[in-house]
């Protein structure tokens, strides 16, 4: 089945610097991909919804430059989160639906830990 | 608002014995309902959905959740659970209002023991 590989599995970083998390689509080409966030015992919260080609969208209340989305090719979604601080530190996960198929058939990543010291 | 509620936290159940995972609703309009399950260090897979037509819904891996209407509920239930079985499970309906984005609950965690 398709598959939704999202690295890094986790990452531990100073409060200030920024950290890159990548999400690809391993068979199939995804024009959009999701960004979810998701705090202990709590729902996947949508931040975003990356657009190939353009900018993403952002849910309300999503810091658009904090969250930094960028989705250069139609099998890779990279969510930024810039000048990172503790209350960034989070589970991030991913998805993506083959062409042609819509939210009945999501295939989300592994997910992210964020660690912000 | 819609939304969705999975009012446990965790569920405990023996091997051999059913399980349910409870979900409730509240949504406008016909609601379109999902199962989710998450095995560690792994992404959420769908088990099963409700659109339309028959109450009780077949999924994967022997599981199965029944539409109730009147008490807007998606439980999912299993007639006999495994220790693979453990996982995090997620309930989520169609926002009809939002361009059809999926909300989530918060999750359930299933614990079944030998």
């Known amino acids: 089945g398709a598959v939704v590989s999202q690295h890094p599995s986790w990452v531990i970083c100073k409060s200030g610097t920024s950290v890159k998390i990548e999400c690809r689509s391993l068979?199939?080409?995804?024009?959009?991909m999701f960004w979810y966030r998701q705090f202990p015992k709590q729902s996947l919260m949508l931040m975003a919804t990356?657009?190939?080609?353009?900018?993403?969208?952002?849910e309300q209340g999503v810091e658009k430059d904090k969250f930094l989305i960028n989705h250069a090719s139609l099998t890779l979604s990279t969510l930024t989160v810039t000048s990172a601080h503790p209350e960034d530190s989070s589970f991030y996960i991913c998805?993506?639906?083959?062409?042609?198929?819509?939210?009945?058939?999501?295939?989300f990543g592994s997910g992210t830990q964020l660690s912000v010291l | 608002a819609q939304s969705v509620a999975q009012p446990e936290d965790q569920v405990n159940v023996a091997e051999g014995n059913p399980l349910t995972v409870k979900c409730t609703y509240s949504?406008?309009?016909?609601?379109?309902l999902f199962w989710y399950v998450q095995y560690p260090n792994r992404g959420l897979q769908f088990l099963l959905k409700y659109i339309t037509g028959d109450n009780l819904v077949k999924g994967s891996y022997g599981f199965e959740a029944e539409f109730n209407k009147s008490q807007t509920s998606f439980h999912l239930k299993k007639p006999s659970a495994l220790v693979s079985d453990s996982a995090l499970y997620f309930c989520?309906?169609?926002?009809?209002?939002?361009?059809?984005?999926?909300?989530f609950g918060q999750g359930t965690e299933l614990s079944v023991k030998p």
């Open positions: 990356s657009n190939e080609g353009s900018k993403a969208t952002y």
């Open positions: 998805s993506a639906h083959p062409p042609g198929q819509g939210w009945e058939k999501l295939f």
């Open positions: 949504v406008s309009g016909n609601p379109y």
């Open positions: 989520a309906v169609r926002d009809n209002n939002q361009g059809g984005k999926l909300i």
């Open positions: 068979d199939f080409q995804a024009t959009t």
